[in-house]
């Protein structure tokens, strides 16, 4: 019988769990020394081939479940060509293009995808070394209550409780790690399939109800839910700052949709206010789709969205009614659950490259871009770099070691309220489309700064002097001749 569980990981206290309460709690002291024999879903990836038709089947086939001993070589004996493609198979039938849940990418065929994956998973792959948990940390594991549900989505709830959606219990469930015992909260929609999730300030959760098509609002202080129609299958929700509530479209592409749901319209039918994606070049039509993922709001107003297949984010403006799209470095690189920090720079894990992608240029194919793009490919480890390479990267390293001194942690420093004792003459220099610093922080600037200029660099992300050297060096040199 499979059993879905929570993790919970303590570094400096202790997690206790009473085994009476839940069917069964497990707790692991750091360091837990994995055993060689153990096989990890990234030692039989490590055997596929670096390129695109790695990143394309790790999108396909690793979404929902690891790559492990028990896909490839169950018992210790190697799947045949035509049992892998029997398995293959059968994932398309459940979530190929052409399904109700088409998050496989159209193209994918289990004939060519069998013997690719029967060729390389035929070597054993090295067991690679393990990290160690800090000597004071403890991990225990927490069993769902009902055997065989998906814990989807996790938050922390203001009281210090563990709240978490049950994809296929249709339930909700509430973990209080003092006692390790879960409580169960009823949705009153028959199999509501909650997904995504956010607790609002006030305490009170925010659930996506997939298969439903709609959203739903829980209040734990008077115990009640209140739901919205979705209009589509929304894959998750993100909370603006004036209220409303932003989804997308998992599935839309004919057109790609996301929606804001008005929580204060007294109908809810009226409360949905749809939007239309700038349609993708090659998945806008057809089977399948971009497949979007992540949606967030940033603190500057706008709605970011990620595209799991179509490898795209692109950003709403509220304000302006216009959307601006941004294509991924790599192909097929799958920006999957992306955040947004305090400074408004967006941290994107390409699911498919194992990178976490920072945005610092405009326009990703200018030639300083493809450039620092480059330099990963040097970081590998194979004994393959020029002498003239290895220089760079240890001058690089230099440099960064100086810059954690004073840079990492990026704390809060209070230099907002020290900007002010500047008097000489300040020409502040920024790059319109900045997406790792937003141009508002260089307004910022220009108001606590007397006398100070803003020069927004147009067609220019955070590496201005990079990507538009002559822009940036004509500000410099005429606010110098003033």
């Given at each position: 019988m499979n059993r879905s569980a929570v993790i919970a990981l303590t570094l400096g206290t202790t997690v206790a769990a009473s085994l009476g309460a839940v069917r069964r709690a497990v707790t692991h002291d750091a360091p837990v020394p994995a055993a060689d024999s153990v096989r990890r879903s990234s030692d039989w990836l490590s055997l596929l081939p670096e390129g695109e038709e790695k990143r394309r089947f790790i999108l396909d086939c690793t979404g929902c479940h690891q790559i492990d001993d028990q896909i490839v070589r169950p018992n210790g004996r190697p799947r045949t060509q035509a049992e892998l493609k029997e398995m293959v198979d059968k994932m398309l039938g459940f979530a190929g293009s052409t399904t109700g849940f088409p998050v496989i990418g159209h193209g994918r065929e289990s004939v060519s995808t069998a013997a690719w994956m029967a060729r390389n998973f035929f070597a054993?792959?090295?067991?690679?070394?393990?990290?160690?948990?800090?000597?004071?940390?403890?991990?225990?594991?927490?069993?769902?209550?009902?055997?065989?549900?998906?814990?989807?989505?996790?938050?922390?709830?203001?009281?210090?409780?563990?709240?978490v959606t049950g994809m296929f219990s249709h339930r909700m469930w509430v973990l209080d790690p003092t006692r390790g015992a879960f409580d169960?909260?009823?949705?009153?929609?028959e199999k509501a399939n909650p997904r995504a999730l956010e607790i609002d300030a006030a305490g009170d959760w925010w659930v996506v109800f997939g298969a439903r098509h709609m959203i739903g609002r829980f209040s734990p202080t008077s115990r009640t839910w209140r739901t919205w129609p979705g209009g589509f299958y929304p894959h998750s929700l993100a909370l603006a700052p004036d209220g409303g509530v932003w989804i997308n479209g998992h599935f839309t592409h004919s057109p790609e949709l996301i929606a804001r749901v008005d929580t204060t319209a007294r109908d809810s039918s009226?409360?949905?206010?749809?939007?239309?994606v700038p349609a993708h070049p090659t998945l806008g039509t057809g089977p399948g789709g971009p497949i979007p993922y992540e949606?967030?709001?940033?603190?500057?107003?706008?709605?970011?969205?990620?595209?799991?297949?179509?490898?795209?984010?692109?950003?709403?403006?509220?304000?302006?009614?216009?959307?601006?799209?941004?294509?991924?470095?790599?192909?097929?690189?799958?920006?999957?659950?992306?955040?947004?920090?305090?400074?408004?720079?967006?941290?994107?894990?390409?699911?498919?490259?194992?990178?976490?992608?920072?945005?610092?240029?405009?326009?990703?194919?200018?030639?300083?871009?493809?450039?620092?793009?480059?330099i990963?490919?040097?970081?590998?480890?194979?004994?393959?770099?020029t002498e003239a390479q290895v220089e760079f990267l240890l001058a690089m390293a230099r440099g960064f070691r100086t810059a954690a001194k004073f840079l990492f942690p990026i704390p809060e420093r209070g230099l907002e309220r020290r900007l002010h004792r500047i008097s000489a003459p300040t020409l502040v220099v920024w790059g319109a489309e900045d997406r790792f610093a937003q141009p508002s922080y260089g307004k910022l600037f220009v108001e606590r700064i007397q006398g100070a200029r803003l020069e927004l660099v147009p067609k220019a992300g955070h590496a201005i002097?990079?990507?538009q050297p002559d822009a940036y060096a004509k500000a410099v040199l005429g606010f110098g001749r003033q």
């Open positions: 054993n792959p090295t067991i690679r070394p393990r990290g160690t948990l800090p000597p004071n940390a403890r991990v225990t594991e927490y069993d769902m209550p009902e055997p065989g549900d998906l814990p989807h989505d996790v938050a922390v709830g203001r009281d210090g409780r563990i709240v169960g909260v009823d949705i009153p929609i009226r409360a949905l206010a749809r939007f239309e949606i967030r709001v940033a603190r500057d107003g706008r709605v970011w969205t990620s595209e799991l297949q179509g490898n795209r984010l692109f950003a709403y403006d509220p304000k302006k009614g216009s959307f601006d799209v941004f294509t991924m470095p790599e192909t097929w690189s799958g920006p999957r659950r992306f955040d947004i920090d305090r400074r408004g720079i967006l941290w994107i894990p390409a699911y498919a490259t194992n990178e976490l992608v920072p945005f610092l240029f405009h326009d990703t194919s200018c030639p300083a871009a493809q450039a620092m793009l480059g990963g490919a040097w970081l590998s480890d194979k004994d393959d770099r002097g990079a990507e």
